[in-house]
């Protein structure tokens, strides 16, 4: 049994062509810059894996924070299995418009998903969005180029003013979204980190102490459809991870979950620690 499902998981993780992957609606970054991925080895696509036809569909980002772990939003695996995650690195194109995977050594199976019990999915509020995968096998991050981590930020410092970078799979204009998508190039977008109270104007639910929020150029780009989970970078620290994107509107901001609010939730699995106050699937 075990030789069986270890066939049809290779079969299909290493069998899948841009035809019979789904291309859902997700945010991307619209606008940016185009970047060299050799730059950005700590980011990731989550992907889900249809286990009964095999069909990989395009989740959220994700950043490497060490070799075995791998950090994104909650919301991107609310509900979902271990089982049925897949993270693939050390690549450009997004993942639902490859060819036939050639590059095995870039996917990783997910053996555990990690986020906070008090999480929950409400559209209204955007608290405790983070989680941490763990992976079955582990990412080289010495002797493989293509692939580096982000280390976790001091819990005390403050970012408002700061320009950061996130990065991810982008289009350039939001009508490629429409049937066929055509922007499928990595990605970045520098963005100036802004106060919670100049966020607070243009967002309807209560921010807390875990929001980060960030504002773009809007001659620029701004974060649009299949950005969730993208990591906030700033002097190789992740201090945010995408939450609730700008809905491809240039004018309203960029809603990140901070990354030093919940370094202890972070800390408690990169540790192995079990918690009660933490929901594993």
Do not use: W
């Amino acid at each position: 049994m075990f030789l069986k499902l270890l066939f049809f998981v290779c079969f299909a993780i290493c069998s899948i062509d841009g035809a019979n992957i789904d291309r859902v609606g997700v945010e991307r970054i619209n606008g940016g810059d185009s970047a060299d991925p050799a730059n950005y080895g700590y980011h990731v696509a989550v992907l889900y894996l249809d286990q009964e036809t095999g069909q990989l569909v395009h989740l959220c980002g994700g950043a490497i924070i060490d070799s075995r772990y791998v950090l994104t939003a909650a919301h991107c695996v609310f509900g979902n299995h271990s089982s049925e995650i897949v993270v693939r690195a050390g690549g450009n194109q997004a993942p639902e418009l490859d060819k036939p995977y050639l590059e095995q050594r870039v996917f990783r199976r997910v053996s555990q998903i990690a986020y906070p019990k008090n999480y929950f999915k409400d559209e209204r509020y955007h608290e405790y969005d983070i989680a941490v995968l763990k992976i079955k096998g582990s990412f080289d991050l010495i002797d493989e180029e293509h692939f580096k981590k982000l280390y976790l930020p001091s819990s005390n410092a403050d970012y408002v003013d700061k320009v950061a970078e996130v990065s991810g799979y982008g289009v350039h204009d939001p009508a490629d979204l429409d049937g066929k998508l055509e922007g499928n190039n990595f990605k970045t977008l520098r963005t100036r980190v802004i106060s919670t109270r100049q966020c607070q104007k243009s967002r309807a639910f209560l921010l807390t102490s875990g929001s980060l929020c960030t504002l773009s150029n809007a001659n620029y780009g701004h974060t649009c459809y299949g950005d969730g989970g993208d990591p906030l970078v700033y002097n190789n620290e992740i201090i945010g991870i995408l939450n609730a994107p700008s809905s491809c509107d240039k004018d309203t901001p960029e809603l990140f979950t901070k990354v030093s609010k919940y370094a202890y939730f972070v800390e408690k699995i990169l540790n192995d620690e079990y918690a009660y106050d933490v929901v594993y699937a």
